[in-house]
């Protein structure tokens, strides 16, 4: 069952604005005399974008694989945040002190992305009848949509 058109309109518009949010604190700390989380906030503001045209395809003007690259490559870049955090290393002004959180939210966004591919290979035409699936059966799923694609 889907929700009603206007909620999902409201949630896009809510996306929209947390990207702008983030654009306009990657643009002002300098001015105002503040550091910014370039890595944290430009992750934000692009998944705010990518969220809303996950709500709205009218909003979408980029493949969903292009997406998952992005949230990988920057997955694998708080990884890496974290781990250098973790032995002690210094990680500079402009980056976040506390990537573990931004890494899990990358990993989200390309399960997300990944959800609607899933979906469709296994027959499921509701978002119930995908989480009804378990992780075997979501796993031999792509597993499926992967032999497909090479």
């Not at 395809?57 to 998952?68: E, I, K, S, V």
């Not at 490559?73 to 931004?102: M, V, Y």
């Not at 290979?121 to 075997?136: D, E, H, I, W």
Request: aromatic letters at 8%; charged letters at 10%.
């Amino acid at each position: 069952m889907a929700g009603p058109g206007w909620l999902t309109g409201l949630l896009a518009a809510v996306m929209l604005t947390v990207a702008a949010y983030n654009a306009t604190r990657l643009v002002a700390a300098p001015r105002w005399g503040r550091t910014a989380e370039l890595d944290a906030d430009g992750v934000h503001m692009v998944m705010g974008v990518a969220m809303a045209g996950m709500l709205a395809p009218g909003l979408r003007f980029a493949p969903a694989a292009l997406w998952q690259a992005f949230f990988a490559a920057a997955g694998a870049w708080f990884g890496w945040q974290f781990l250098r955090a973790r032995r002690g290393g210094r990680l500079g002004p402009w980056r976040c002190p506390h990537p573990l959180p931004h890494l899990i939210e990358c990993a989200a966004m390309v399960f997300m992305l990944a959800l609607p591919a899933v979906a469709a290979s296994t027959g499921a035409t509701t978002a119930a009848g995908l989480a009804a699936m378990t992780g075997a059966e979501i796993g031999r799923a792509q597993s499926e949509l992967q032999s497909h694609h090479d």
